[in-house]
């Protein structure tokens, strides 16, 4: 009975000892946490176990032996960069156009190299020892071909020959002087070549710029701009040729280099009587001295465009009075240029001309033709492609580089 006894009690001891083992921490199954992480052994230090993430983003730790947590803050966002202010355009750069007065005689050399082989060929033929029917022939065909005319060369051959009789035989030097005075007074017509830009009536001057196309009218306009300007005056620039794209565009930069405003409008093919007559408008509340009106070139032949350069000018004159009407002609173009210069004239009444590309492959003796043909002087000539190659017709100038002294 007391060894049933002794084994039942040692059966207890065995299982007691055996369940104790069992249920202490880090040895059985139950030493998983709930979020399925393993938990370090009991020794009395928790451990931080990297859990599910909560909102917010905090990392909680589960283990069941006292296991602490901590909170890792979320990454910062990128800092965006400070909106940035935008750049104001640059400011063009305004120019001091230099003065008109002098332009022709510091161009002179330009002139004389295109010009001097007409002089050279009247010098040559006029101081041959003999001056026969023949050498009067040779020295009219000279003037005709330098684009004088026909008219115009039996004109001055009659008046040389008279002073050849007259005076008889002359040395070159004599013979120079002869055909410079002839020449000067075919050229020199007497009419005023000053431009009316003066303020009047408390109104300022109003110059419509005219022409057919590719006679450099709106380089002539921008041009003329300049050289006011450099005289001193106040200009505002009126782009009415709303037909050609760029034409607003190239006078715009032609008044921001000189710090010349320009009216101009937005649409093309607008009205250009309305766009003229807003410029004048404009001018006369700026209080301007000048204002430059371009026009659309065209072809002297269409009637309709024709008329409608008449409408612009009346459109003006409901405003102010038209103060000049400048006809600009490419030199080159010789006698064409003189039937163009006709329907012109019969439409706005021109009041002076501008030859532009005198000192290319031009004869100079289209300022005499011109000259004669509509009783209209030439006033500006342009002798280069500088914005500051155009200059007032100097007639002893003009003559002298002819002769190439």
């Known amino acids: 009975m007391e060894y049933i006894i002794l084994i039942v009690v040692l059966a207890v001891l065995i299982v007691g000892i055996g369940g104790t083992m069992l249920l202490r921490p880090g040895r059985g199954r139950l030493g998983r946490g709930r979020g399925g992480g393993d938990v370090g052994q009991g020794t009395g230090t928790g451990t931080i176990e990297r859990g599910t993430t909560t909102d917010g983003g905090t990392q909680a730790g589960g283990s069941a032996s006292g296991a602490t947590t901590t909170t890792v803050p979320p990454p910062a966002p990128p800092a965006s ?81 008279t002073r050849v009789k007259v005076e008889g035989t002359q040395t070159p030097d004599e013979v120079r002087e002869m055909l410079r005075t002839e020449l000067l007074a ?29 006679t450099g009218k709106t380089t002539t306009c921008g041009k003329l701009a300049r050289s006011l300007i450099g005289d001193g005056d106040s200009v505002l620039l009126g782009a009415a040729d709303t037909f050609r794209a760029a034409a607003a565009d190239q006078l715009q930069t032609w008044g921001e280099r000189v710090g010349a405003e320009v009216v101009r409008s937005d649409t093309e093919g607008a009205d250009p009587a309305s766009v003229a007559f807003e410029a004048v408008s404009k001018g006369i509340e700026a209080e301007v001295d000048v204002v430059l009106i371009d026009t659309a070139g065209r072809l ?16 003006v004159e409901k ?17 064409n240029g003189l039937r163009q210069a006709r329907v012109f004239a019969e439409v706005v009444d021109v009041s002076g001309i501008v030859l532009t590309k ?34 007032p017709f100097e007639p002893a100038t003009f003559v002298d580089a002819i002769l190439g002294d």
């Open 300 to 315: 002297h032949t269409k009637t309709g465009l024709m008329d409608e350069l008449g409408k612009v000018k009346r459109v």
């Open 319 to 335: 405003r102010t009075a038209v103060d000049e009407v400048l006809l600009v002609l490419d030199a080159t173009t010789g006698q």
């Open 81 to 161: 960069p400070a909106p940035s202010a935008p750049s104001a355009p640059p400011k063009p750069v305004i120019e001091k156009p230099p003065p008109s007065a002098g332009r022709m005689v510091r161009l002179r050399a330009r002139l004389a190299r295109s010009q001097s082989g007409f002089g050279s060929a009247l010098l040559n033929l006029l101081s041959r020892d003999r001056l026969d029917d023949d050498t009067w022939d040779e020295i009219e065909e000279v003037l005709i071909t330098a684009d004088v005319g026909v008219t115009p060369a039996r004109q001055i051959v009659e008046d040389l020959k």
């Open 358 to 391: 005198l000192d290319g492959t031009a004869k100079g003796g289209i300022v005499i033709a011109v000259q004669r043909e509509l009783g209209v002087p030439v006033k500006l000539v342009g002798l280069g492609e500088g914005p500051d190659d155009l200059a």
């Open 186 to 214: 075919q050229v020199d017509t007497g009419a005023s070549r000053a431009l009316r830009t003066q303020r009047h009536e408390g109104r300022p001057a109003v110059i419509l710029v005219v022409g057919v196309n590719g």
